[in-house]
């Protein structure tokens, strides 16, 4: 099965920082998917990417597709307090290139911006 | 547009017990599926529907989940009997299409708030 693993576990910065969460599979990537969950809430879709060497933005937050290096990265731009939450990739469970919409999710990166 | 829908938002149930989990979809969308995270782990995939079909079940742990989308719109989780270990966060998401299946319509999932089940 596909295992993704996220780095950092949690990242704590000041306000106004950059920062970057990390996304690796174990198997190429071909459909990965970015959420943000606040706590006792629901998954908020961000982006999702399908090529290799894509590249998403969305205000603040860009997220970038490596095929090659089976990674996908987060970068946010000038941290706010509203950017708080846990941050969650998913990914297509079959790797063939085929995929039927089971994802597989890494375990989480809980991001705290100070104000 | 109204977003994926869940009920209830939290269910405290005793070993034994029965309990029903609803999903609606957002509208028009024929792709529907279930999710799970128990405490500390992944959120882990248990089914997915195409309309009023199961496309696929292999994350379904066990005989005592059942998953149902009578008419293709609202889908409901039963867990019977309930177990302590089926405590965790369910969650519901939905899709115009899914990846690789070639038609034109949106890949991305959107979740629903998720139902907080804890079996005591």
């Known amino acids: 099965s596909q295992e993704l693993e996220q780095s950092p576990q949690s990242l704590i910065v000041q306000e106004g920082k950059n920062l970057t969460i990390n996304c690796t599979s174990s198997?190429?990537?071909?459909?990965l998917y970015w959420y943000k969950q606040k706590y006792g809430e629901g998954l908020i879709f961000l982006m999702m990417l399908q090529k290799g060497g894509e590249e998403k933005s969305h205000e603040k937050i860009t997220a970038k597709l490596d095929e090659k290096k089976q990674q996908s990265s987060l970068h946010i731009t000038a941290s706010q307090p509203s950017h708080a939450g846990i941050y969650l990739c998913?990914?297509?469970?079959?790797?063939?290139?085929?995929?039927?919409?089971?994802?597989?999710f890494g375990q989480g990166t809980i991001l705290t911006v100070h104000p | 547009e109204a977003g994926v829908t869940q009920f209830p938002s939290h269910s405290v149930i005793e070993k034994g017990q029965t309990v029903t989990l609803r999903c609606d979809p957002i509208s028009g969308h024929d792709n529907l599926y279930w999710y799970r995270r128990v405490m500390g782990k992944e959120i882990k995939f248990l089914l997915h529907?195409?309309?009023?079909?199961?496309?696929?079940e292999s994350g379904m742990p066990n005989n005592r989940f059942l998953a149902e989308r009578t008419g293709g719109t609202y889908s409901t989780l039963k867990v019977q009997p309930a177990e302590l270990e089926d405590s965790g966060v369910y969650f519901c998401a939905s899709s115009q299409d899914y990846f690789g299946r070639g038609l034109s319509g949106s890949y991305e999932q959107y979740f629903g708030p998720g139902t907080r089940l804890t079996v005591t």
């Open positions: 998913g990914a297509d469970a079959n790797a063939g290139g085929t995929s039927y919409g089971k994802l597989t």
């Open positions: 198997k190429t990537l071909y459909g």
């Open positions: 529907f195409v309309k009023e079909s199961k496309q696929d």
